[in-house]
């Protein structure tokens, strides 16, 4: 398999998960098959107020002093960490307004910005009234919304996530490269002790076949989510996410995994080796 999106993203693009206009509930359960299966799902942030308001001069606006901790990648622009070091990813403290003059920057270093996975209500609670909870998600399993806002080139690299998930397109296209839970074992993912579980080792764009050779037979799913757009994504599929475009803003949704999503494989790893923290997950509170 050959999967080189760095080169040009656009070119690769194939949508291989089926797009379904606004469902009703019940729609959206058969479209995913039970919450177990990707879909995109059209028609439903046109609703929001953000979708129509979410420009960078109107966020700073609103939250253009708030001081903010910006993720800063690899210089592949990657936004990574090493889980056998400890290395953590790095991140340096800027004003939300400083953070947005440098996406509109043209020229940029290698090591780029990101704001990532920020939790709406806590950091952005002036935004929420903008945006609305998708129906699919029952309020009682609802976790938490967070914001992402970044420019083209950014990367974040392949793992998964054990909520089920929401991904939001405001503004820009993503691409995603999906991995169901099945083609785990071809994607060599760190150890269940280890402090990045949920991370591959692989750098998918340019794979060392020699050193993880079963990747070759990892079944890819690539879709490329439009301004307006979200896709949900089951709970421990594997997703890499490219972000396109200058201004990228995305708002992403998670709500608790079922116990079901824990029998599918890596889950299992955890029912067997960390059954407290799948205990705590499946427990814990909602934070809506
Ligand atoms: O949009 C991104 O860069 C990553 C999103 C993601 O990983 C997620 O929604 O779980």
């Avoid at 790095?90 to 996406?103: A, C, G, L």
């Avoid at 591959?200 to 890819?220: H, M, T």
Wanted: glycine letters at 4%; a neutral charge; aromatic letters at 14%.
């Amino acid at each position: 398999m050959t999967i080189n999106v760095e080169k040009n993203p656009e070119q690769l693009s194939v949508n291989s998960i089926a797009r379904i206009h606004k469902p009703t509930k019940q729609e959206f359960k058969q479209a995913t098959q039970a919450y177990s299966k990707p879909v995109i799902i059209t028609g439903k942030i046109e609703e929001w107020k953000a979708f129509h308001s979410w420009s960078l001069d109107y966020l700073n606006g609103v939250v253009g002093d708030k001081e903010l901790d910006i993720n800063i990648s690899n210089k592949n622009k990657i936004f990574t960490f090493d889980p056998d070091t400890g290395d953590t990813l790095s991140s340096t403290k800027m004003q939300f307004s400083e953070f947005t003059n440098w996406i509109t920057q043209e020229n940029k270093s290698d090591q780029y910005y990101y704001l990532q996975q920020n939790p709406i209500k806590l950091m952005f609670p002036e935004l929420l009234p903008d945006i609305e909870v998708p129906d699919y998600i029952s309020q009682k399993s609802f976790i938490v919304s967070n914001l992402w806002i970044g420019t083209g080139g950014n990367t974040t690299p392949l793992h998964w996530d054990a909520a089920q998930n929401i991904l939001c397109q405001v503004r820009g296209r993503k691409k995603l490269l999906l991995f169901a839970p099945n083609q785990t074992p071809f994607l060599y993912p760190h150890s269940v002790d280890s402090k990045a579980p949920h991370l591959s080792y692989l750098n998918i764009d340019k794979p060392d076949f020699d050193k993880f050779p079963k990747f070759k037979e990892a079944q890819v799913i690539e879709c490329v989510l439009e301004p307006g757009e979200m896709l949900f994504m089951p709970p421990f599929w594997w997703h890499q996410v490219y972000s396109l475009e200058q201004v990228n803003i995305a708002v992403n949704f998670w709500w608790k995994a079922n116990l079901k999503d824990y029998f599918t494989p890596q889950a299992r790893n955890f029912i067997f080796k960390k059954p407290l923290i799948v205990l705590a997950l499946l427990l814990q509170k909602p934070n809506p």
